[in-house]
């Protein structure tokens, strides 16, 4: 079984790689892991960024499906201290240029763009191997197999098919996240509704941190940060709601009732997020056939600009393929040295901006940064 392009992964990464050589007349297949577009709940908000993730909608010629999207006045900011001072609050103008959308959305547009049978749905992959001449073999967990010319690993942090190109993987951040969630706060849980605002609230203090955004239909989705070994949360029984959300509560006793209550309230079961990371200038030589893009590439702590990298990957391969007919490797050769310095010099933002959120100058400099920016 042959096929042109072979992406593995239908993120927003693959997805918008295989639009945009959709675009160009050039066939791919992406083959996923999940058994359909709604296996899973697809995250939060995306802020998509004018220099990245909206140049690969504009490549993909979506931009205006993209802007129907748009939650207005999401990117307002909210910025709070451990006892519920308001030390910054940015209204949503219109034009901080980094409008949000909900991941999940966003990705069904990609979806629907693409020729019916384009993503074979349940093809988890089980393994890799190069055959030679720049064609390699896929073993899905199936038992099926296939061999392409052209194999693109979009298959996040734990890919399959950066083995085939790169010894590196993702170690421990040193920080984890638990997530959690609740309904129509404007009717339901109106003070929680105020605590957060319109756009996105942040309390911060030096290892410890809560965020949370306002999503579409007055959902509050908050992300209860915490620098722990991984060995502490494996301390905690998540299958027990109650207790699990008692404790990550306790290593916020003293803070705000109106901060707190963002995780004792919480309408869903809390769920543990660890971060990992690739090395800061993650690359690899040239091989012929095969390449990364995304989190497979270049795994960074979250700064926003993981699924706009990602976007703009599969955009610019698309056309650097488009680029250079029958001529592959000139085509990834191209792609891969613009990639490697622009996620080289993202992750080292996100580890900056790791530290202005959780650092020991926390909250002061990360307000110091939204003021330059203004």
């Not at 999940?34 to 909206?54: F, K, N, P, V, Y």
Request: no cysteine; aromatic share 6%.
């Amino acid at each position: 079984m042959t096929t042109n392009v072979t992406i593995i992964g239908a993120g927003l990464g693959g997805l918008t790689l295989a639009r945009v050589l959709h675009v160009h007349g050039i066939p791919a297949t992406v083959y996923e892991a999940e058994a359909s577009a709604t296996a899973r709940a697809q995250g939060g908000m995306l802020d998509i960024h004018e220099h990245d993730g909206q140049v690969a909608l504009r490549a993909a010629g979506l931009f205006d499906e993209f802007r129907g999207l748009v939650l207005e006045g999401r990117e307002a900011t909210r910025i709070l201290d451990r006892n519920g001072t308001v030390l910054f609050d940015q209204a949503d103008d219109g034009t901080g240029g980094r409008p949000e959308v909900q991941r999940g959305e966003l990705r069904q547009l990609l979806l629907d763009s693409l020729p019916a049978g384009t993503v074979r749905w349940g093809h988890k992959v089980s393994g890799t191997r190069a055959l030679g001449d720049g064609r390699h073999e896929v073993t899905f967990a199936d038992g099926t197999a296939l061999t392409t010319g052209l194999l693109v690993g979009a298959d996040g942090a734990w890919s399959r098919v950066r083995p085939l190109l790169s010894d590196a993987t993702p170690t421990y951040a040193g920080m984890s996240f638990v997530e959690t969630y609740l309904f129509d706060s404007d009717t339901r849980h109106p003070a929680h509704a105020k605590t957060v605002g319109g756009g996105a609230l942040y309390a911060l203090a030096p290892g410890r941190g809560l965020g949370a955004h306002r999503e579409s239909g007055g959902t509050l989705h908050t992300y209860v940060m915490l620098a722990e070994p991984q060995e502490w949360f494996a301390g905690i029984d998540f299958t027990d709601s109650a207790a699990a959300t008692a404790r990550i509560a306790q290593e916020y006793d003293g803070w705000a009732p109106e901060i707190t209550a963002l995780i004792t309230d919480g309408e869903t079961a809390p769920v543990l997020r660890t971060l990992h990371a690739l090395p800061v200038a993650h690359r690899w030589d040239r091989v012929p056939g095969v390449t990364l893009l995304g989190d497979a590439a270049h795994l960074a702590l979250p700064n926003g600009e993981g699924a706009n990298l990602a976007m703009l990957d599969g955009a610019e391969l698309a056309n650097a393929l488009a680029a250079h007919p029958g001529d592959i490797e000139t085509a990834l050769t191209e792609y891969e040295q613009a990639m490697f310095p622009r996620s080289a010099a993202a992750a080292t933002d996100g580890n900056r901006l790791h530290e202005l959120l959780y650092g020991d100058n926390t909250p002061h400099g990360l307000i110091d940064m939204f003021a330059g920016h203004e």
